[in-house]
């Protein structure tokens, strides 16, 4: 019997070369295609994998899937790595696989391949969910392992076996994209001190280039769910998030531009675009950030979001960890209610007003006017007691005038 083997397959040239590559070698590939929102007319995935050799192609729109169950539970927790990047490549990848391990089971397969190379995160990330969700499953990365010592081989390769080479000349970057945003790198970029060329950009102007007026939007949340913009209601996660990435890109906001620790030991140079990410933890943040009390809130800055952006980046999405940190965040979630009102301009997505039904915010309280309710008294004798440990210490090791 042929060994079965599922194939993540984006339709490009490294891909559709494995799907030949491991056919070659005695496997019956069947390819999987997933839309996670990268905004690439899927249509002719099928016909093109089967010219590669494939015995069957399947194409999937799991968008609605990828924002409620790796979208949302990421913004609710806060998580950047690096307290920069909204780990969009890395949030695709354990949904992929488990969408690879269902067909496997499905089919009868005993193998799954993905098309990473070895020096990357996303080998990590697709090999480690795979093996968390079955550990028998035996995982192939071809790029990893075969033989072409060069693009130009595999190129030649290609064109041998009838794999349309594309004849116009692609951008000298590398990406990857779905809702979250979109990941850049290599070519030009490898230069660290070099600004990004303005052509490396798919779904952001450039800052300079956005209109000169501001441009005011409101995010509603219900219950730790973002529900609307500007007052008009979604019923799909992935819309909402589709169109914010578009009024935010507009106005050139969401663009990263960092040296990143990948979990492999490398520093790279990635650029990155996520209007609607970057907008969403921090829309979601300032609710909390309202609605929670200082423990809580303090908490959730200092023991979940860091975690969780390590997790996420380390490949660890199918973890005890994970499942645990969510359980913290649907808790508080429950009580996420409001609206908050961004200010896009230039570049910059400015928080400008925020209110919550539950918000914890009293003027009364607050107020330096005379209405304040404030008991003034009990300042005092707050400050006497805290200030106490500092006090005594300060004795005790004659410090001060008297000494
Ligand atoms: N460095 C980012 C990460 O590890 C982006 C990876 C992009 N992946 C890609 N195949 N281009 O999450």
Excluded at 33 to 44: C, R
Aim: some cysteine; aromatic content about 12%; glycine content about 8%.
């Amino acid at each position: 019997m042929k060994k079965r083997v599922i194939l993540a397959y984006s339709g490009g040239l490294d891909t559709s070369v494995i799907v030949r590559w491991l056919t070659d070698k005695g496997f019956e590939v069947i390819t999987y295609t997933a839309d996670v929102g990268q905004g690439e007319e899927l249509d002719e995935i099928p016909e093109k994998a089967k010219a590669a050799g494939a015995v069957e192609a399947i194409v999937d729109d799991i968008k609605e899937e990828f924002a409620r169950q790796y979208c949302l539970p990421l913004m609710r927790s806060g998580a950047l790595y690096e307290n920069r990047y909204t780990l969009l490549s890395a949030l695709s990848r354990p949904l992929i696989s488990k969408k690879l391990v269902e067909l496997a089971h499905k089919y009868n397969a005993h193998y799954v391949a993905h098309g990473s190379t070895g020096k990357g995160n996303d080998q990590v990330r697709f090999e480690t969910s795979v093996w968390a969700l079955d550990p028998d499953i035996e995982v192939l990365a071809p790029v990893r392992d075969w033989e072409f010592k060069s693009r130009d081989e595999e190129i030649e390769y290609a064109k041998k076996h009838g794999i349309p080479v594309k004849a116009t000349k692609e951008k000298p970057y590398s990406y990857d994209r779905n809702l979250w945003g979109v990941a850049i790198e290599a070519g030009d970029l490898e230069d660290i001190w070099k600004e990004p060329p303005e052509d490396a950009f798919e779904i952001t102007v450039n800052p300079q280039n956005a209109p000169d007026q501001p441009e005011y939007i409101e995010i509603e949340f219900e219950k730790g769910i973002p529900v609307a913009v500007n007052g008009k209601k979604y019923n799909e996660l992935w819309k909402l998030i589709w169109d914010l990435n578009e009024i935010g890109g507009k106005h050139g906001v969401g663009r990263i531009d960092m040296v990143e620790n990948r979990l492999v030991g490398i520093k790279s140079r990635e650029v990155y675009e996520s209007p609607a990410g970057l907008i969403l933890i921090k829309a979601y943040d300032e609710i909390e950030s309202l609605v929670l009390d200082r423990f809580t809130y303090h908490y959730k800055l200092t023991h979940i979001a860091q975690p969780y952006a390590d997790l996420v980046y380390n490949g660890l999405w199918f973890s005890k960890l994970r499942e645990a940190l969510d359980a913290f965040t649907s808790e508080i979630a429950s009580i996420v209610n409001g609206i908050v009102r961004f200010k896009l301009y230039k570049g910059s997505a400015q928080i400008v007003g925020r209110k919550s039904p539950n918000g914890l915010y009293f003027e009364k309280l607050a107020t330096y006017s005379p209405e304040d309710e404030f008991d003034h008294k009990a300042g005092e004798y707050f400050t006497k007691v805290w200030g106490l440990p500092l006090k005594v210490f300060a004795k005790a090791n004659k410090k001060g005038i008297d000494k």
